[in-house]
């Protein structure tokens, strides 16, 4: 059984989180938790390598199964084996998606502050990116309705993040609703990024995109994995759910030599992800929780300047630092003056240099080694 408190020794083992920074440097930045992955994934990789043949993969067909299971168990949603479309990740994804969709000159949305492979991603493509932030509130983040249109008339597709990284937000049934009708009228094409659909907090459930309307389904591509939940991001797995069958085969032809076929590996992986490891889940989603609760609690005790607004979903936090005035950046600060690496809020956009992303998917004891250490850099 998985001992979450346990703090594992990553440097040496090719970790690109605790690579960045020299030893001294506590990293809690890239968005990957610091817990084993479950046992039955790990025993599943092995059993896989019990054959030394290691050549090309292609999902099998109890892998697809289990997908269509799941998205029946846990959304109500029916999808068909054939609508599923396995990827090396979500970036690849979502990238593909407006290569595939969309032709130079077309306005991209996006709702900043938002990742950075979601917000440079436009670009790739000589698309025009437009922006609806969301907007922070008493009790959470929220859209503006008329500013998403505003900016939606301009676009051809819409790139949705849910739950929201890196605010936390998991977007309501209303607000859904919202965007399938607003979408719907102005003909755009939903791709939407539900990568931590699984990491929700206080007895929220996740709602994809596509399951709100028919015509939601139609336009909508929806990006998933096992890779946040279980921590399995190395082994390069995810898939796209099209149920509109002419825009999944123009997705499918748009990899054009750039997006290869899966990590054989990961396909065994996500299997036992989704097949044995809910017991992992559960125990793992009860500990980030607890973490969440224990960031906030130490954030409102320690640094009342600063402004968090708690996650609802993710193991990621966003932190308003603007009050404490620290120079060059709140970033920046803490890695000179306390030894801590945060995400900089700059790589979420241009208005947001005034924030840190801090990841508190990690044993409890390094949670509490990060406030310390902006602590220590504070009475400097």
């Known amino acids: 059984m998985t001992n979450f408190d346990a703090v594992h020794d990553r440097r040496g083992t090719g970790s690109s989180k605790w690579s960045k920074y020299s030893s001294d440097v506590l990293p809690m930045w890239v968005a990957d938790m610091d817990f ?50 396995f990827l090396p990740g979500v970036e690849p994804g979502f990238n593909m998606a407006l290569k595939a969709m969309l032709q130079p000159g077309d306005g991209v949305l996006v709702q900043s502050p938002v990742y950075r492979p979601m917000l440079n991603a436009p670009g790739h493509w000589n698309l025009v990116r437009r922006e609806a ?43 859904l609703e919202t965007i399938a009708e607003l979408c719907h009228k102005h ?36 990006l998933m994995a096992a890779s946040k939940t279980y921590n399995i991001a190395g082994l390069k797995t995810a898939f796209a759910i099209v149920k509109n069958k002419a825009m999944r085969e123009t997705f499918a032809a748009s990899r054009l030599g750039m997006v290869d076929s899966v990590n054989i590996l990961g396909l065994e992986a996500t299997l036992a992800a989704f097949a044995k490891a809910g017991d992992w889940k559960a125990r793992m989603l009860s500990y980030i929780e607890a973490n969440r609760n224990y960031l906030s609690a130490e954030v409102e005790r320690h640094f009342p300047e600063i402004r968090l607004i708690k996650s609802e979903g993710t193991f990621l936090a966003w932190l308003d630092c603007s009050a404490l005035g620290l120079k060059p950046s709140p970033q920046s600060f803490f890695l000179e003056h306390g030894k801590v690496g945060f995400s900089s809020g700059l790589e ?11 990841n508190f998917g990690c044993p409890r004891g390094l949670v509490a080694d990060g406030i310390e250490r902006m602590r220590s850099s504070l009475r400097r």
């Not at 059993?47 to 997908?67: C, F, N």
């Not at 699984?198 to 459930?205: A, E, I, K």
């Not at 979420?348 to 801090?358: C, D, L, N, S, T």
């Open 36 to 85: 084993p992955a479950a046992p039955e994934i790990v025993e599943a990789i092995r059993d896989r390598l019990e054959h030394p043949m290691l050549g090309y993969g292609v999902a099998k067909d109890d892998l697809r199964a289990q997908i269509v299971a799941d998205m029946q168990a846990k959304y109500g949603w029916a999808v068909l084996p054939e609508e599923i479309v």
């Open 133 to 175: 932030p969301l907007a922070p509130t008493d009790t959470g983040w929220v859209m503006d309705a008329d500013a998403f249109e505003t900016e939606l008339i301009h676009s051809k597709a819409f790139l949705l993040c849910n739950p929201q990284n890196p605010t936390g937000k998991v977007f309501t049934q209303a607000e």
């Open 187 to 222: 003909d755009t094409l939903i791709i939407s990024d539900e990568i931590h659909c699984d990491l929700l907090f206080d007895g929220r459930r996740h709602i994809p995109m596509a399951t709100i309307s028919e015509d939601a389904a139609r336009r909508t591509i929806t």
């Open 348 to 358: 979420f956009g241009e208005a947001y240099g005034q924030y840190i992303r801090v």
